[in-house]
């Protein structure tokens, strides 16, 4: 995989987001778990969002216990795991779907990018066309894949604990 320049990946999102804002809409964003039901027909069914003209894309990176997320997403993660995704599922997944030029971010939880190594998946993601990471609320964590591929910029007002505000670190503020 070949990088791209962090500020590449963070603006297209942010390009996205904004084009959405000026035309006084909210960003439709499609979400898939990586392998979901299979790693083919879920590149396959994101290639199809992309076709249907979604903003950007979410791939999930299937965790086997997604308990936040619900029993519809806990269900697809586990039969992605059975399918036998893996973070390479995932990479190539994003690889995959942002060669369509679409943004794609990764949903995932902090426990598979820390086993698989931060420093590793943040250069990894960037250089599958990765724009960010959603989910993850650890500062350190975010101000760490920032300078890779820009991953806190999606994160939902909502999702920032209080901590990191009081902190004046705001993940939602421009570059």
């Not at 904004?18 to 960003?27: F, P, S, T």
């Not at 949903?107 to 698989?116: G, I, L």
């Not at 993601?125 to 960010?132: F, P, Q, V």
């Amino acid at each position: 995989m070949t990088a791209l320049p962090a500020t590449f990946a963070r603006s297209k999102l942010n390009e996205a987001l904004a084009r959405c804002k000026a035309e006084g809409r909210a960003a439709l964003m499609g979400y898939l778990p990586a392998c979901f039901p299979t790693p083919d027909r879920g590149i396959a069914v994101l290639h199809a969002l992309v076709e249907g003209g979604v903003d950007a894309i979410e791939v999930g990176l299937p965790y086997s216990d997604p308990v936040l997320e619900g029993p519809t997403i806990a269900r697809s993660h586990d039969i992605a795991l059975r399918a036998g995704s893996t973070t390479a599922h995932v990479l190539r997944t994003v690889q995959a779907v942002a060669a369509t030029g679409v943004p794609t971010v990764v949903m995932t939880y902090w426990n598979p990018v820390e086993r698989y190594g931060v420093e590793r998946f943040a250069g990894d993601l960037a250089a599958a066309g990765g724009c960010g990471l959603k989910n993850l609320a650890n500062g350190a964590t975010c101000g760490l894949a920032a300078r890779h591929a820009g991953p806190c910029d999606f994160m939902a007002p909502q999702a920032v604990p209080a901590a990191l505000l009081d902190k004046g670190i705001d993940l939602n503020a421009p570059d």
